[in-house]
C-alpha cells in the first residue's frame, strides 16, 4: 500500500470518526462554488433529483426509525408524558413557520395563502 492511500485512508477514517463529513463537505463544495462556478451549478443541476427525492426518502426513513426506537417501551420518550415537550416544540416550530410565510406573503403583497398570491 502506497503513502498515499495510507495517508487517505487516516483522513478519511479521521473525518468519519468525528463526524466531519457534512462540515468538510460544505466547505468543499463553497470552495468549488466560489473558484468554479459554471462546473459546480452543472454538478449541482445533475444531482438535483438525486438530492431532492432520493435523499428524502433515506432521510424520512431515518427520522421515522428514529422515533419509532424512541417511543417504544424502553425508549426515551416512551410514556407520552415524555414525548409531550418534543411534540409541543416541534408543532410550534411548524406553525411559526407557517405565520412567518402567511407575514411574508402579504407583506409581498400576496394572498397570503402560503403560495405567494397564486394559488
Given at each position: 500500500?502506497?503513502?498515499?492511500?495510507?495517508v487517505a485512508r487516516r483522513v478519511s477514517?479521521?473525518?468519519?470518526?468525528?463526524?466531519?463529513?457534512?462540515?468538510?463537505?460544505?466547505?468543499?463544495?463553497?470552495?468549488?462554488?466560489?473558484?468554479?462556478?459554471?462546473?459546480?451549478?452543472?454538478?449541482?443541476?445533475?444531482?438535483?433529483?438525486?438530492?431532492?427525492?432520493?435523499?428524502?426518502?433515506?432521510?424520512?426513513?431515518?427520522?421515522?426509525?428514529?422515533?419509532?426506537?424512541?417511543?417504544?417501551?424502553?425508549?426515551?420518550?416512551?410514556?407520552?408524558?415524555?414525548?409531550?415537550?418534543?411534540?409541543?416544540?416541534?408543532?410550534?416550530?411548524?406553525?411559526?413557520?407557517?405565520?412567518?410565510?402567511?407575514?411574508?406573503?402579504?407583506?409581498?403583497?400576496?394572498?397570503?395563502?402560503?403560495?405567494?398570491?397564486?394559488?
Amino acid at each position: 500500500m502506497s503513502v498515499h492511500t495510507r495517508v487517505a485512508r487516516r483522513v478519511s477514517g479521521f473525518i468519519t470518526d468525528y463526524l466531519l463529513a457534512l462540515p468538510v463537505g460544505c466547505a468543499a463544495a463553497l470552495l468549488w462554488a466560489n473558484t468554479l462556478p459554471d462546473s459546480y451549478y452543472r454538478f449541482a443541476h445533475a444531482a438535483a433529483w438525486t438530492v431532492n427525492d432520493i435523499g428524502m426518502v433515506f432521510f424520512f426513513a431515518l427520522i421515522t426509525k428514529e422515533v419509532a426506537e424512541a417511543t417504544i417501551p424502553g425508549g426515551a420518550l416512551h410514556p407520552l408524558r415524555r414525548a409531550a415537550v418534543p411534540v409541543a416544540a416541534a408543532a410550534g416550530a411548524v406553525n411559526e413557520q407557517q405565520i412567518a410565510g402567511d407575514r411574508h406573503d402579504h407583506a409581498a403583497g400576496g394572498g397570503g395563502d402560503g403560495h405567494g398570491g397564486t394559488a
